[in-house]
């Protein structure tokens, strides 16, 4: 097991480097850069600015400048961000913890509405019960999710005024109070509750069919010909083998939720690494996107991992050595 | 005499297809008696299992009734509710299922499968049970109980899937155990292993056990009686001597002269050409195996055919026995050759 685990980490540095130079030149290629911003300022002369990107190494070959910013960010440090003038990991460290928040608040909603809706229509399929839940899975399925967060912003945020309606802290609060614990929370709520809404409905029917297909198996029959409840038939039998793809799928739901969060931090205007993103890429900040990627690249990695070790924990059948 | 069991009478369960109801298990009676191996054979589609999941009244309630009596320890069993039925269901009914594999949970270690069981219907402590579960492995013949008990099903192989189903079904010394093809997934080595176990265990319990096959050669082995069934229905019962010795029916002198042999001189396997009718579809008036046997006159058969006793404990429905008649190879041969032209 440590030594699958210690292989697979081995086996993710070619993969991280071949990563890094696409990134890398992917950025390079991109149209102008983080000085290209000040040509049009009447106030900044041409020639300092050419003596910047001289000083900056910006005028390199893409390989020099490639192999500077490795070496240095093997070292954890991704370089300094053009527009925060700040080191590029304190600029990201802040938003990731409130994407991972925001990611795991989203997750929590997403099971609990998931299980026990899906629990609902895969036992009673074929009933009102299951045609409501598969009708607002529907329904969740066709509603993009930038519409359905304004709409959730609007009523909630705006109207009813039950909830924030940007940020991810109330700037009054000091940190390290309770006050500041239930701020963040109260701001995670709506944007959590959006996404969840929306991306729940994949897995209610995911979890729904798998109920479905598990209980016309051989196993059930032969639990049921020892005697056993139909409620634990259910428990024992039905979902625990039910869960079994929910489980191993956890792990890459929680890297999408990490890498996608653009939109719905971006409508919520919550200072996650999503809007961070979104930000430095328009405003040429290339330290900071290239850092973004790779970590986002090296939390699918891991959510992989992490999709195969829960894989086996809960599978007797794969089992890794 | 031996005591019996289970009797069934007049049992018909029928299957729901587009809000109609057809008859799978068509007026089926027989008893089955203490220490007593009563055989059902017949070819797939005939009702077989439909018959042994009746009785265990596994099918979904929603779409399939059965009418008729079971009649079990003197109270009927299409009478009860579900939480009645499921004391009798893993208590005083075992069941053995097909294949192993699929019949066995992924994620449940084989021990708790056999506990499991335990769980509903004793009184044990957890250790109790672990040791009774080990007693059972080292009963069904498992080489390495303790082993075994912490192993998954994939972990087996096939016979000892079987060994490890079948000390489910013993579990809670059931007076009856229905066994649905319990070979048919297995080697043929494998197979006489299983069946010499189930006949082990059946001589020294005393334990009914309806066997369901479609193999004749299983049946010759074990069993005491033969029950065979063609399109839902019963068409010879008696015992196995009577049945193999002076097969009366059509159907199962079709099927007895379809056993293919190391000894016989015939170069071809006989066939029965077509197939059993889909129950949905077949007619319900007139004999059944009508269709399957042409060249056998249309008076020969009854309008509406009954069991007739024809000897002691042997019954055969429909006279058409009496004119019954292999065709010769040649006409055999002949015929495919203008059908297929």
Redesign the interface.
């Known amino acids: 097991m440590w030594k699958f685990i210690l292989r697979r980490l081995l086996v993710m540095i070619p993969q991280l480097f071949l990563l890094s130079i696409i990134v890398f030149m992917m950025a390079k290629a991109m149209p102008g850069d983080a000085l290209s911003g000040q040509e049009i300022n009447p106030r900044a002369n041409p020639a300092e600015l050419d003596r910047i990107r001289e000083e900056l190494g910006l005028n390199d070959p893409w390989y020099q400048q490639y192999l500077r910013w490795a070496s240095n960010a093997v070292q954890g440090d991704f370089g300094i961000s053009y527009t925060h003038k700040t080191p590029v990991m304190d600029v990201i460290e802040d938003r990731l913890w409130n994407t991972v928040f925001l990611a795991l608040v989203t997750l929590i909603f997403t099971y609990m509405l998931a299980i026990p809706l899906g629990i609902l229509s895969g036992r009673y399929n074929d009933t009102w019960v299951d045609k409501t839940v598969t009708g607002y899975s529907y329904v969740g399925f066709g509603t993009p999710i930038f519409i359905f967060a304004l709409i959730m912003l609007f009523i909630f945020g705006f109207a009813l005024d039950w909830f924030p309606s940007g940020g991810s802290v109330d700037s009054k609060v000091d940190e390290g109070t309770f006050a500041y614990v239930v701020s963040k929370i109260n701001h995670l709520i709506l944007p959590a509750l959006s996404t969840a809404l929306i991306a729940t409905t994949s897995t209610i029917q995911y979890l729904r069919n798998e109920i479905i297909d598990n209980k016309i198996?051989?196993?059930v029959?032969?639990?049921?010909?020892?005697?056993?409840?139909?409620s634990k038939v259910y428990s024992?039998?039905i979902l625990?083998?039910s869960f079994?793809p929910i489980a191993a799928f956890l792990g890459y739901e929680i890297t999408g939720l990490i890498g996608g969060a653009v939109i719905i931090e971006t409508i919520f205007s919550y200072p996650g690494l999503g809007q961070l993103f979104l930000s430095s890429v328009s405003l040429r900040d290339f330290s900071v996107v290239t850092a973004i990627v790779m970590m986002t690249g090296f939390a699918t990695l891991l959510g992989t991992l992490l999709s195969d070790i829960i894989l086996s924990a809960?599978?007797?059948?794969i089992r890794i050595e | 005499m031996n005591k019996a069991i289970l009797q069934i009478e007049n049992l018909t369960t029928s299957f729901r297809i587009r809000n109609k109801y057809h008859a799978a298990v068509d007026d089926v009676s027989f008893t089955v008696n203490e220490n007593e191996i009563v055989a059902v054979v017949g070819e797939s589609g005939c009702g077989k299992s439909a018959l042994a999941l009746s009785i265990?009244q596994?099918h979904n309630k929603q779409r399939t009734k059965s009418e008729g009596t079971i009649k079990y320890k003197d109270q009927n069993l299409l009478t009860l509710n579900?939480?009645q039925?499921?004391?009798?269901?893993?208590?005083e009914m075992?069941?053995i299922?097909q294949?192993p594999l699929?019949?066995?949970?992924?994620?449940?270690t084989i021990g708790k499968?056999i506990e499991?069981?335990l769980d509903?219907?004793t009184d044990l402590s957890g250790d109790e049970k672990k040791k009774r579960t080990i007693g059972l492995l080292t009963q069904v013949g498992i080489p390495y109980p303790e082993r075994t008990y912490k192993q998954?099903p994939?972990e087996l192989s096939g016979g000892m899937r079987q060994r490890a189903?079948i000390s489910?079904?013993i579990?809670c010394n059931p007076a009856l155990v229905i066994a649905d093809e319990p070979t048919t997934a297995l080697d043929v080595t494998i197979q006489a292993q299983i069946l010499d176990l189930l006949k082990d265990i059946q001589s020294r319990t005393k334990m009914g056990i309806i066997l369901i096959t479609h193999d004749l050669s299983v049946v010759a082995e074990v069993a005491d009686r033969i029950v065979v069934m063609y399109a839902g229905q019963v068409v010879e019962t008696g015992s196995v001597k009577e049945i193999f010795n002076n097969p009366l029916h059509p159907y199962t002198r079709s099927l007895l002269n379809s056993i293919p042999s190391a000894t016989s001189e015939k170069n071809r396997l006989h066939v029965i050409e077509g197939i059993v009718p889909s129950i949905a579809k077949m007619d319900r008036v007139g004999c059944r195996f009508q269709d399957r046997i042409p060249w056998i006159p249309k008076h020969a058969h009854e309008e509406r055919p009954q069991l007739h006793e024809v000897g002691k404990e042997h019954f055969v429905r429909c006279t058409c026995y009496k004119e019954f008649y292999f065709q010769a190879e040649g006409d055999a041969l002949t015929h495919d050759i203008t059908q297929s032209r």
Do not use: W
């Open positions: 198996k051989d196993f029959r032969t639990a049921r010909s020892k005697g056993v409840p139909e024992r039998h625990r083998n079994l809960v599978d007797p059948r | 265990m596994l579900e939480t039925m499921n004391k009798v269901r893993g208590k075992g069941m299922f294949e699929t019949a066995l949970n992924p994620l449940m499968q499991e069981n509903y219907h998954y994939h189903m489910i079904a579990a």
